[in-house]
């Protein structure tokens, strides 16, 4: 086997002898390469974000959801939904290894403000709902144990409800909620999204306001519990989940009449529908692969072709079938180099892009470069044994044809 | 006398050419000896490239006993074909056959490069051979910028890199105007002076003339004369 300077530099000069067929090579293994890694790499992109978002939510690992109505973790509930109630929640606050408690009772409704109308998600809640989901207020203030006690008609709004509203001032301003006018108190802190579910388009009102004046029904929607940091938490679900069957005074074989969703079920969910649609993108993208291996057979085939007497000629001088096999291969290994390096730029370049015009944030990770040239290098040694082999198949006998 | 380089005893070819089957070669026998220099001549046709190609081992023979240095070729591997081409034996061809992107002096390297290492003293050897062969000033010229007489010196040179017992020339003058063949001739009387075995294909009576032994291949054998 021959590898030094001169070697390369033969393999090399062949290949931009023929720079259209060396540029589609690079091209058809590039457009692949760059399909894959930008797939990749906004898949992990958005996973993160997700798995972020989760965490800001302080969905920590010692916190839980409870939602009224057996069922599905995110289907409809199927069975009723009006058993959740606040002295629950009193019970529930009593239990030594639980830190927070924050009820919640919510749903769509239609919201004016000067003759403009949305549907927003509107949720009573209680003061301790900012510290039980890691929340701030970004201007004026949240309402108070006072207001919730006198069913106060004040509203706190996510970071985006005013300007989908046309809000210009905003603090003191009124706007119609359910048919009643609620008084600005505060506006939150921006807090994304969690997949497609736009967290900031949320207002908030007093529990008390919501249960008399806007739903008129004396249940909750559910409940976030928070637990003491170092308890054990699958110990804790479970003694939630008694307590609730036992004061709901469920007889042993019905269902539960609530939903106890985890961290782990939350991630889960989430990154679900992401990955499938990764795998989905990436099967597209493996495919194209394959067919960019096909279009370098091909063109290193007809090259093959158009450089046999050369081929013949390295025969007659003392190469062996091996020489011409590894010289191929060599070659192919360059292409993929270039192919790699420049599918790997180019994806940089596009998730940069996209980022520029979406949420998702560019991640910069060896992985993508891992990638990129692993896929290069597989499909380009696959994809030209066929060629490589060919090439040492030719008979130098045909140098001798008399022209 | 001594142990012949070449000994071929009834070597036959026969090649395919859609249904019809024909020999080209017949029965060939024929001697080489050390210092030889022996031209071939005969009608287009008649089998003198195909012979030329079982002489250099680049195809193999259908039938027949081939010795070479009185080793029988018939039995040997493809590796150990490669290195007797690479070691033993230089070609030139009537169509040159340089590489088109290598300079002179790297086309006269190329078979040190499958001899395994471009040593030091490969390179000097391309520098002197050259040199000799009056290409001083065009090592670094590609083949496109060279005459072809030019060329064909290249390819001498190429072929004696590896300091081979054997030369096989197929016409190495059929492209080549009078002055650059009578160049050429002249180098090859002087590499044989000089001790090299020399095999020639041609059809210029001229040419085989300066060869030390003529032999006429028709329809497949040598005829006695
Ligand atoms: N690989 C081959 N396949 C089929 N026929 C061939 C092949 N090589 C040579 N021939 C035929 O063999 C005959 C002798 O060819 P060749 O040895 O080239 O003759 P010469 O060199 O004397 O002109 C010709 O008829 C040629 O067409
Ligand atoms: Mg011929």
């Known amino acids: 086997m021959v590898f030094n300077r001169f070697f390369v530099k033969e393999v090399l000069r062949e290949l931009l002898s023929n720079k259209v067929n060396l540029f589609f090579m690079v091209l058809a293994l590039t457009f692949s390469l760059t399909a894959l890694n930008t797939i990749y790499a906004l898949g992990k992109s958005a996973e993160k974000q997700i798995l972020d978002t989760l965490a800001n939510l302080n969905f920590g690992k010692d916190a839980a959801l409870v939602l009224a109505g057996g069922g599905r973790m995110m289907g409809l509930a199927t069975t009723r939904t009006d058993t959740l109630k606040m002295e629950d929640i009193k019970a529930i606050e009593r239990l030594n290894f639980v830190k927070i408690v924050s009820p919640f009772l919510g749903n769509v409704l239609e919201v004016n403000f000067s003759g403009k109308a949305e549907k927003l998600r509107v949720d009573g809640v209680l003061p301790n709902y900012l510290l039980a989901n890691n929340w701030r207020v970004f201007q004026g203030r949240f309402f108070t144990e006072r207001e919730v006690e006198n069913y106060a008609k004040v509203v706190v709004l996510g970071y985006e409800v005013a300007k989908k509203l046309g809000l210009k001032k905003i603090l003191g301003e009124k706007i119609k909620i359910g048919g009643e006018y609620f008084t600005i108190i505060g506006i939150l802190e921006k807090k994304g999204s969690l997949g497609h579910y736009p967290l900031d388009e949320r207002i908030f009102v007093p529990l008390t306001t919501a249960q008399k004046r806007l739903f008129n029904v004396d249940y909750l929607s559910g409940f976030k519990v928070v637990f003491q940091e170092g308890t054990d938490f699958k110990q804790n679900v479970n003694l939630i989940r008694e307590i609730l069957r036992s004061r709901h005074k469920l007889l042993e074989m019905e269902p539960d009449d609530f939903r106890i969703i985890t961290p782990d079920m939350a991630i889960e969910r989430f990154t679900k529908t992401s990955r499938t649609i990764s795998a989905f993108l990436l099967t597209i993208a493996l495919i194209s692969l394959v067919i960019s291996g096909v279009i370098i057979m091909n063109l290193m085939t ?13 025969l007659a001088l003392g190469a062996n079938s091996h020489d011409i096999i590894y010289h191929y291969l060599f070659s192919a290994f360059l292409i993929s180099g270039i192919s790699g390096m420049v599918g790997w730029l180019i994806s940089l370049l596009l998730i940069k892009v996209i980022s520029l015009f979406t949420p998702l944030k560019p991640l910069f990770s060896w992985g993508t470069f891992l990638l990129s040239f692993g896929f290069s290098f597989i499909t380009c040694i696959i994809f030209s044994i066929f060629p490589a082999l060919k090439a040492s198949k030719i008979n130098p006998a045909i140098l001798l044809k008399s022209l | 006398m001594s142990k012949p380089l070449i000994q071929l005893i009834d070597i036959r070819k026969k090649f395919q050419s859609g249904k019809i089957t024909y020999e080209v070669l017949k029965g060939i026998n024929l001697e080489v000896y050390m210092g030889d220099f022996l031209a071939i001549m005969g009608p287009s046709g008649g089998g003198k490239s195909t012979l030329l190609n079982i002489l250099g081992l680049l195809d193999r023979p259908d039938s027949g006993l081939y010795l070479f240095e009185g080793r029988e070729v018939n039995t040997f591997s493809e590796k150990e074909l490669s290195r007797l081409r690479n070691q033993k034996i230089g070609f030139i061809f009537q169509a040159f056959h340089l590489i088109p992107w290598a300079t002179a002096l790297e ?10 290492e471009i040593t030091k003293e490969k390179i ?26 030019q060329q ?15 030369l096989l020339a197929d016409e190495p003058t059929g492209n080549l105007d009078s002055q650059s063949s009578e160049e050429v001739i002249k180098i090859f009387e002087n590499l044989n002076k000089e001790g090299l075995t020399i095999i020639m294909v041609t059809h210029e ?18 005829i006695e004369d």
């Open chain 1, 302 to 314: 007809a090259s093959v072709e158009e450089k046999a007497g050369i081929i013949a000629l390295r």
């Open chain 2, 107 to 116: 086309n006269t390297l190329l078979p040190a490069l499958y001899g395994g």
């Open chain 2, 205 to 222: 009576r001229e040419i085989a003339q300066r060869a030390k032994k003529i032999k006429f291949l028709k329809d497949g054998k040598f």
């Open chain 2, 124 to 149: 000097q050897r391309a520098h002197e051979l050259l040199e000799k062969l009056g290409l001083g000033d065009k090592k670094n010229h590609k083949p496109a910028e060279l005459s072809g007489g």
């Open chain 2, 152 to 166: 064909q010196r290249v390819a001498i040179a190429r072929a004696l890199i590896n300091n081979p017992t054997l």
